[in-house]
Nanobody, 128 residues
Framework: VQLVESGGGLVQAGGSLRLSCAAS????????MGWFRQAPGKEREFVAA????????VYADSVKGRFTISRDNAKNTVYLRMNSLKPEDTAVYSC??????????????????????WGQGTQVTVSS
């Protein structure tokens, strides 16, 4: 299994970025997908998750209304659109996969140890 993130970079506060995570080696449509981030000196934290069907999503309070998670099962890719970026969004962003049979909101995995597979991450830096 391989998860490869891309799309990170340096952006000014208020700007936008779209992260992508390309998956291979797994039946992508069977997995819920999540995004996590880790800032320097801090623990990795949950950002967002999406069900295998794309019908359900969940967000951390800190990004709700600014970030949007989506997926394209035909392309084996999950995305994270990030708008109105703030300096406190600076972190390494990683995607993760968790095999989940249900697709309702309550089925969405939110904890690090829920996830089976992880990408290496992509750096996002937001300047003030």
């Amino acid at each position: 299994v391989q998860l490869v993130e891309s799309g990170g970079g340096l952006v000014q506060a208020g700007g936008s970025l779209r992260l992508s995570c390309a998956a291979s080696g797994l039946t992508f449509g069977s997995y819920a997908m999540g995004w996590f981030r880790q800032a320097p000196g801090k623990e990795r934290e949950f950002v967002a998750a999406i069900s295998w069907s794309g019908s359900s999503t969940v967000y951390a309070d800190s990004v709700k209304g600014r970030f949007t998670i989506s997926r394209d099962n035909a392309k084996n890719t999950v995305y994270l659109r990030m708008n109105s970026l703030k300096p406190e969004d600076t972190a390494v962003y990683s995607c993760a996969a968790d095999i989940v049979f249900g697709s309702s909101y309550s089925d969405l995995p939110r904890r690090l140890f829920d996830y089976d597979h992880w990408g290496q991450g992509t750096q996002v830096t937001v300047s003030s």
